[in-house]
């Protein structure tokens, strides 16, 4: 774990900062992109908690897999917003940005102050990399096993289930075709 | 200042809450989906935050956060399919147009 304020407090701040700006941005595209900082500083937050493993698969998943479902859902959506009312907590957004970029400011100063020699790279490499991956896969195909088989399952079933719905519903457009016919 | 396990639990608790106010306000159906996705990464947060700090045996908290991972990749996959079909039949990403099935 590394305990260091100057990261764990910028990425704070980032992290509420681009969550607010993913909610309230006016445009679509600009939340997905707010989104996918959140979780990569989603991801940095499990890696100075001491789990890379964790980050990995957050950074994979939720940083490239995830963006591009979504992507492509506002494509096949022609990327159009159509609730134009503008949300009046919109504009309280360059306030929170001030409050928190202020707070930032101040929170590294003092931990500059208290701890000078904030940054410790020997900190990183002093992790145990190896005993957290046999510990994982311990953990993964012996004590949890049958919560992995299971989550492997739901996969496989939600698979199958977007392709019977995709099957589904191309017979029924071929169908209510040939009925017009 | 050293860090304690409070200040990642209320980071947490913050991009919890902040996930719930945007599923409660906002129209938007895809930035309802990012706002769910942001409060499952408070759950997150706060599951690996007790993984670290209060079980440095066993580690379960990061095990379940990777079932959560795994989880929730499929609920997106899943809603958006849903969201995309919906969309087809009402033109509109309101999510007040979508209450009747």
Known sequence: MIDNPVIFYSASVFIILFALLSLFAKNVVYSLLSSIVVFFFGALFFYVLGSEYNAIIQAAIYGFAVPVLIG?????????????????????????????????????????????????????????????????????????????????LLLTIVIAGLGMLRVTKHRGLRNSRGGEK | MEITMYHYLFIGLLLFLIGLLGSILVKNVIKVLISIEIMLLGININFITFAAFCDNIRFDGYIISLFYVGIGAVELAVALYLFYLMYQKKESDNIEKFSDL
Request: hydrophobic letters at 55%; glycine letters at 4%.
């Open chain 1, 72 to 152: 492509l859902s506002i494509m096949f959506g022609g990327g159009k917003t159509n609730s134009k009312k503008k949300h009046s907590l919109f504009w309280y957004l360059p306030l929170f940005a001030g409050i928190f970029i202020l707070a930032f400011v101040y929170l590294l100063m003092m931990s500059l102050v208290i701890m000078p020699d904030t940054f410790n790279a020997s900190d990183v490499l002093q992790v145990n990399a190896f005993d957290t991956i046999r510990t994982f896969a311990r953990a993964l195909f012996v004590d949890y096993v049958w919560a992995f088989e299971l989550v492997s």
